[in-house]
């Protein structure tokens, strides 16, 4: 079922009131398109992260980890085909300064888009003549007196050191995989691996995208997690390693974050919407609110283009050889997420409403436990009586779980429902039986039944439900 359309004007407005997304620099009136994670949005994104990481490079023996700097130096980006190549053809509506992609314009009028419309390449007399010919007209004002695109490269370019001259320009980089390429070497040598085998990391790239927007979805900074896994294409054919980290992929979104699988389907690029650097790419999208988009690559193939660009640009060798002897440049198959876009998709499918018995609407974001912002709420049924210090005693004894809460204002009834809407799988209430018994209820978020667990019994307990069942399994 498609979800509604006005749910993500719901999740904006839970996420900025209970701390997980806030407008930037909102006492300055905000800056377009940026975004804060609060409280419970940072540890929501870093248990996506955690969990990348653990399933990703610790779940497996053929991967390692890297955290390389954000500036490159500027070869990095004529080699990889950046400069040249990473640009969207913009055109402006001369009746009322619209400024839009002439390829998107093109497709959200129904048309297919000619091939070969990426990149600097593409005569800019051409599209313009294609969209006069089809009279597509601006979506802003209908007119259709449209000025010639031009490309716009999508980097940030800023300077290094005190002058602005060109010798010291830099770019914020636009994808981590550069860093990965430009280090292949260094890791080759440091952990002696053999191919196939992986690089993952996880940092900020930067885009100055012409559409930005549908909140944290699309942003000019924003977290990728990427795999460039490198392989010898005679020993092992790409498409085995592509359908492994599709397989791979769609577990971690389904299985380890608890995106609904209904709400997942894997696409095909067609040839003219591939990367420069690409001969094969799958994506995983996601219906979102406002239609079905792009989630993240489950792979790319990017052949031996990188290493090779690398190699002509630097002189420095990429070449592997093998213990017999072989040598070539590696070929690569990347899965590309994007953290930010993965939280917001997290954050979309874990909202429930739902009527309780009494008529009153229970909000509740159903997240994959070991991803919840809060994994236990304790609750001492009353301030008084030593109750809040055995709740103050026991929660210190579960820190090892992660984010812990002692919640002690309002009624049990508030508490439970405020527990509920920011997604903490499980409420500790603490009673007189705590003291006299030993005992505590643990009520579930999802079914809110409750059970009576001894506290010897309940690190294990809470462990195994936070940290011990794959969704589904
Ligand atoms: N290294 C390959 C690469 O960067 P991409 O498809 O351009 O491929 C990969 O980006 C993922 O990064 C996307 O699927 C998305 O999750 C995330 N991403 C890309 N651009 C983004 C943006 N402007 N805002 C938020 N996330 C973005």
């Known amino acids: 079922m498609a979800p509604p359309k006005d749910l993500m004007e719901k999740i904006v407005h839970l996420a900025k009131g209970r701390g997980f997304v806030f407008p930037g620099s909102e006492i300055y009136g905000g800056l377009a398109n940026t975004w804060d994670y609060g409280p419970l949005g940072v540890e929501l994104k870093n248990n996506i992260k955690r969990a990348f990481w653990e399933y990703f490079v610790h779940g497996r023996d053929d991967m390692v980890g890297l955290d390389s700097a954000i500036l490159m130096n500027p070869k990095t980006w004529e080699a990889s085909g950046h400069i040249a190549g990473f640009s969207d053809p913009l055109m402006d509506c001369k009746s009322c300064k619209a400024r839009v992609r002439a390829d998107k314009l093109v497709e959200e009028f129904g048309e297919e888009r000619p091939e070969n419309w990426c990149g600097e390449k593409t005569p800019s007399k051409d599209m313009l003549a294609f969209v006069v010919k089809k009279g597509i007209p601006c979506p802003e004002c209908k007119a259709c007196n449209w000025t010639e695109p031009k490309q716009f490269n999508l980097m940030f370019k800023t300077h290094q050191g005190v002058t602005e001259d060109s010798g010291t320009a830099v770019y914020l980089r636009p994808e981590t995989a550069q860093g990965i390429f430009v280090n292949f070497k260094n890791v080759l040598r440091t952990t002696r691996k053999k191919l196939p085998f992986g690089i993952a990391q996880i940092g900020k790239s930067f885009r100055n995208e012409i559409t930005p927007g549908n909140f944290t979805c699309r942003t000019r900074e924003f977290e990728q997690m990427e795999i460039e896994n490198f392989f010898d294409p005679e020993e092992s054919p790409w498409e085995e390693i592509f359908e492994e980290f599709k397989i791979q992929s769609l577990y971690f979104i389904e299985k380890i974050l608890g995106i609904r699988s209904e709400h997942l389907l894997l696409r095909d690029h067609a040839k003219d919407e591939l990367s420069h650097y690409s001969k094969g790419t799958t994506d995983i999208e996601y219906h979102f609110p406002f239609g079905w988009g792009e989630l993240c690559a489950a792979g790319a193939y ?128 603490i009673d007189y039986e705590t003291l006299t018994e030993s005992s505590v209820t643990v009520r579930k978020r999802d079914s809110m039944k409750q059970k009576r667990i001894l506290l010897e019994d309940l690190p294990m307990y809470l462990h195994r439900k936070i940290y011990g069942e794959i969704v589904g399994e």
């Open 302 to 429: 990017r052949t031996d283009y990188d290493l090779t660009q690398h190699q002509k640009f630097s002189g420095e060798s990429m070449a592997y050889q093998s213990d017999e002897g072989k040598k070539c440049i590696p070929h690569v198959l990347e899965p590309s997420f994007g953290a930010d876009r993965l939280a917001l998709a997290v954050l979309v499918d874990a909202y429930h409403e739902e009527t309780l018995e009494n008529g009153e609407t229970r909000i509740v974001l159903k997240f994959a436990p070991r991803i919840a912002p809060i994994k236990v709420a304790i609750l001492p049924l009353m301030k008084k009586d030593g109750l809040v210090e055995k709740a103050d005693e026991i929660a210190k004894s579960l820190k090892f779980l992660g984010n812990i809460e002692v919640d002690i204002s309002g009624s049990i009834g508030k508490r439970y429902r405020r527990q509920d809407e920011v997604g903490t799988p499980l409420c500790i209430t």
